[in-house]
């Protein structure tokens, strides 16, 4: 019996360290089981210590790639990370349009683990108005949920505000992640109904570089492969944990999560 393949499209930046960026999100498809098909919108020059360069795609390749991709390969779920500025943004909306069948898990990625910026200050507001209402799951850290709702997000009850406000700007999920709180790693779930939390306990290990693509390509390769949203989530935290647990000391700055840590073992 012919296995089924499932698969999921990544839209956003390339990392050349290789730990974030497409590159993670390659990798965490295929640890999940997941084939998986890339859209490039921006080259970095960056490593585990820091951004050096950006280099913008045009938003006409952008969308040349996405067309190649769609026309051709059945995708099961798309999972968006950096887009960089507002033209890149609105055109990868565009074409969105026409496959709102596809699951969509919005990474709002801003800004890297070195505090370099990957997202231009005044792209924020078409991310908001054009990506966000065609998402099935959005997932930002603090500091997006805060730089999205335009108020300090720093405790679990301003997660649950942020969640809702960001709900009523069209996400059918928010998934507010809690990284940055101190004691255990609790994430929020919001489908506009009832908050869900996901708690791991928190690590001491360092090397986090990669995890937010990370755990939104294991949210997008747990829908492709027909999750609900509440289990795609589950098993993406337990995931995304054990590659935190095994990550480990690349390079001199922020080293990477371990994509492939139950394999290697």
Same mark, same amino acid.
Do not use: W
């Given at each position: 019996?012919?296995?089924?393949?499932?698969?999921?499209?990544?839209?956003?930046?390339?990392?050349?360290?290789?730990?974030?960026? #497409?590159? /993670?999100?390659?990798?965490?498809?295929?640890? %999940?089981?997941?084939?998986?098909? +890339? !859209?490039?919108?921006?080259? $970095? =020059?960056?490593?585990?210590?820091?951004?050096?360069?950006?280099?913008?795609?045009?938003?006409?390749?952008?969308?040349?790639?996405?067309?190649?991709?769609?026309?051709?390969?059945? #995708?099961? /779920?798309?999972?968006?990370?950096?887009?960089? %500025?507002?033209?890149?943004?609105? +055109? !990868?909306?565009?074409?969105? $349009? =026409?496959?709102?069948?596809?699951?969509?898990?919005?990474?709002?990625?801003?800004?890297?683990?070195?505090?370099?910026?990957?997202?231009?200050?005044?792209?924020?507001?078409?991310? #908001?108005?054009?990506?966000?209402?065609?998402?099935?799951?959005?997932?930002?850290?603090?500091?997006?949920?805060?730089?999205?709702?335009?108020?300090?997000?720093?405790?679990?009850?301003?997660?649950?505000?942020?969640?809702?406000?960001?709900?009523?700007?069209?996400?059918?999920?928010?998934?507010?992640?809690?990284?940055?709180?101190?004691?255990?790693?609790?994430?929020?779930?919001?489908?506009?109904?009832?908050?869900?939390?996901?708690?791991?306990?928190?690590?001491?290990?360092?090397?986090?570089?990669?995890?937010?693509?990370?755990?939104?390509?294991?949210?997008?390769?747990?829908?492709?492969?027909?999750?609900?949203?509440?289990?795609?989530?589950?098993?993406?935290?337990?995931?995304?944990?054990?590659?935190?647990?095994?990550?480990?000391?690349?390079?001199?700055?922020?080293?990477?999560?371990?994509?492939?840590?139950?394999?290697?073992?």
């Amino acid at each position: 019996m012919k296995n089924t393949i499932y698969t999921a499209l990544t839209i956003a930046g390339s990392d050349s360290g290789g730990g974030a960026g #497409i590159q /993670a999100d390659l990798k965490a498809f295929a640890a %999940n089981g997941v084939y998986g098909a +890339s !859209v490039i919108t921006a080259v $970095t =020059a960056q490593n585990t210590q820091g951004v050096r360069g950006i280099a913008e795609l045009q938003p006409e390749f952008v969308v040349l790639q996405m067309e190649a991709v769609l026309e051709d390969i059945k #995708i099961d /779920a798309i999972k968006i990370g950096m887009l960089s %500025n507002a033209e890149i943004i609105k +055109s !990868v909306a565009k074409v969105l $349009t =026409a496959y709102p069948h596809i699951p969509v898990v919005l990474d709002p990625v801003m800004v890297a683990k070195s505090g370099d910026h990957l997202l231009q200050p005044q792209a924020r507001q078409a991310l #908001i108005d054009h990506l966000l209402p065609l998402s099935d799951v959005v997932t930002p850290n603090l500091p997006e949920a805060a730089a999205i709702v335009d108020f300090e997000v720093g405790t679990v009850e301003e997660m649950k505000k942020a969640a809702q406000t960001i709900r009523a700007m069209g996400a059918k999920h928010v998934l507010v992640k809690g990284g940055h709180l101190p004691g255990d790693a609790i994430d929020l779930l919001y489908d506009g109904h009832k908050f869900t939390p996901f708690t791991a306990k928190r690590l001491t290990n360092n090397n986090t570089h990669g995890t937010g693509c990370t755990y939104s390509s294991a949210i997008a390769a747990n829908l492709a492969k027909g999750l609900a949203v509440k289990d795609a989530v589950a098993q993406a935290k337990e995931y995304i944990t054990g590659a935190i647990e095994h990550a480990f000391p690349l390079g001199k700055g922020i080293g990477p999560t371990h994509h492939f840590y139950k394999i290697y073992q």
